[in-house]
């Protein structure tokens, strides 16, 4: 494994991780060979899979990887909202479209009813 690879090996202890042969595109190389890896986190439920590499080992690392950025973004709790207000010139600005629409159609009113 990659150094730096502590946390991911404490993640693999609660993993339950399965070598498989994977299909599609690849021939003989993927077809013959338990290349693709996935892996299953217990405690959370989380199913990753890797099939991009021919090297078992590699797919490994790679699912434990998304295990873990899959964790990661669980965890992150969302910074809150804040309400806001509209500003003073804002509301003016609504207000003063407004009148103008209202107008308009005051003075539609007043030639039709002629």
Do not use: W
Not at 42 to 66: D, K
């Amino acid at each position: 494994m990659k150094p730096g690879t502590g946390e991911l090996e404490r993640i693999a202890r609660d993993c339950d991780i399965t070598a498989y042969r994977s299909s599609g595109p690849g021939g003989q190389k993927k077809n013959k060979t338990f290349s693709s890896v996935r892996v299953r986190h217990r405690p959370s439920g989380i199913v990753r899979i890797a099939t991009e590499s021919r090297s078992q080992s590699r797919n490994r690392i790679r699912a434990l990887e998304r295990i873990r950025d899959e964790l990661a973004r669980r965890a992150r709790k969302p910074t809150p909202r804040v309400a806001t207000r509209p500003s003073v010139a804002a509301v003016a600005r609504r207000l003063a479209a407004k009148r103008r629409a209202a107008d308009l159609k005051r003075a539609r009113r007043e030639v039709a009813d002629d």
